[in-house]
């Protein structure tokens, strides 16, 4: 585990790693040099939907290089309730999702998983740095260092010129 102190010594987001919800640890460092889309995430959400243009974004640009990373989280209203293993299943049945998702993490406070400290230190909000709702967006750049974060009101879509600029790069 990431504290606050280590935070200020990592070089970029490659630095770090989680649990997919298969229990299984990846190292965000397996992606270096590639842009990467994060998004906190939820099965009860109203922006739920958006699984299915995170999933367009995945099979259109991941032979680019984007990889699509997806974090459920329960802070919001109780809006992920499941387990892993329900998640997933949610995910893939009703969306078709077929990128990575992680174990369950907390994206604000003091259990706040790590990446999302990163995201959140490396990124501008208009309301503070605290990610107020499900299905935020975190844009990396292929440096790891540069983030771009859009609201959860911001759909999939809308992201494509930013992806677009960012594989451009690599």
């Not at 965000?28 to 974004?57: M, R, W």
Request: aromatic share 10%.
């Amino acid at each position: 585990m990431v504290d606050d102190r280590d935070m200020a010594t990592l070089n970029s987001i490659y630095d770090l790693s989680f649990t997919n919800n298969k229990g299984e640890h990846v190292k965000l460092a397996d992606y270096a040099g590639k842009p990467l889309l994060i998004v906190n995430t939820a099965s009860k959400c109203g922006f739920t939907p958006q699984y299915e243009g995170l999933q367009k974004l995945h099979e259109e640009y991941q032979a680019k290089g984007l990889v699509v990373l997806g974090f459920p989280c329960d802070q919001f209203a109780h809006q992920e309730p499941g387990d892993d293993q329900a998640i997933d299943e949610f995910c893939k049945v009703n969306f078709g999702v077929s990128f990575p998702l992680s174990t369950k993490v907390e994206v604000n406070g003091s259990k706040s998983d790590p990446i999302f400290k990163f995201l959140k230190k490396h990124s501008s909000a208009v309301l503070g740095s605290g990610i107020k709702w499900n299905f935020t967006k975190f844009l990396v750049s292929p440096d790891g260092q540069t983030v771009k974060r859009f609201a959860p009101s911001t759909k999939p879509e809308a992201l494509q010129s930013d992806i677009e600029k960012l594989l451009q790069k690599q």
